[in-house]
């Protein structure tokens, strides 16, 4: 009922399969040995397996673990927030004394303002009312030509 399969050319070439050369292992070159004298003789140790085997080595110290810091009673975040309240309470401290500071600067620098008013004031009355005593050119020549102006005539 089925025709027979019809065979092409491309199915009836031979397959190639590549296999993969292995690359030999890089044989890593030995650590060198260095000499060193050992404190003491570590002890030889012999376990007994389940199975009736015996297994002889070293005994080897456990690693012990790095000791873990005790945690302070009080968190670091606290301890911070602290640091920080004391450190604005000393600003405040600070800028209350300094606002002071400036307060009593401004007042001594007011006295010292209306003290050299209050010197140049008197120097300049010292002046004019010093000059009643003895009279200078101006005033004299004006009151010479009042009185020839009077007695022009006479």
């Known amino acids: 009922m ?5 065979r092409h050319a491309s199915a009836e070439r031979a397959v190639e399969v590549h296999q993969p050369t292995p690359i030999p ?8 040995v ?13 376990i007994v397996l389940p199975d009736g085997r015996i297994v002889t080595g070293y005994a080897i110290n456990p690693v012990q673990p790095e000791p873990v810091a005790a945690k302070p009673p009080v968190s670091r975040a606290a301890v911070n927030i602290a640091f920080g309240g004391i450190g604005f309470a000393a600003v405040c401290g600070g800028l209350i004394l300094l606002t002071t500071f400036i307060a009593a600067l401004t007042a001594l620098i007011t006295q010292l303002i209306t003290l050299a008013a209050v010197i140049f004031g008197g120097w300049v009355a010292v002046q004019v009312f010093s000059a009643g005593g003895h009279q200078g050119n101006t005033t004299v020549n004006i009151r010479k030509a009042v009185i020839k102006r009077n007695h022009f005539h006479s």
């Open 25 to 32: 292992p890089a044989i890593p070159a030995p650590a060198p």
């Open 2 to 6: 089925h025709p027979e399969p019809a």
């Open 34 to 46: 260095v000499p060193m004298q050992p404190g003491t003789v570590p002890a030889v140790a012999s």
